[in-house]
């Protein structure tokens, strides 16, 4: 069974910076794409960004130019570094798989919880 656990977030200033962390076990890391998602108060879980095996990067445009994706397969680890951050992104943020559907996931860490706020 796979496991995910997601660490870093916590409370930041509007223009502050985190940088989230997400450590998976159970899988065989190295050879899957992955993704960050988010899940907004009242709204569905939704993609972030994704990085595949080889390093190419992908981001939803409302982060573009202000998140980076990376990972360490030696670590088994995959980080968001979040700049410049916006109320709009508070959110309680997950990784997982990435470039597969959302609703073929079946296992979900407990996620960490990012606030924007002055």
């Known amino acids: 069974q796979v496991q995910l656990v997601e660490s870093g977030g916590g409370l930041v200033q509007p223009g502050g910076s985190l940088r989230l962390s997400c450590v998976v076990s159970?899988?065989?890391?190295?050879?899957?794409?992955m993704g960050w998602y988010r899940q907004a108060p009242g709204k569905q879980r939704d993609l972030v960004a994704t990085i595949r095996s080889g390093g190419t990067t992908n981001y939803t445009d409302s982060v573009k130019g202000r998140f980076t994706i990376s990972r360490d397969n030696a670590k088994n680890t995959v980080y968001l570094q979040m700049n410049s951050l916006k109320p709009e992104n508070t959110a309680v943020y997950y990784c997982n798989r990435g470039m597969v559907p959302i609703s073929s996931l079946r296992y979900w860490g407990k996620g960490t919880l990012v606030t924007v706020s002055s």
């Open positions: 159970g899988s065989i890391f190295s050879i899957y794409a």
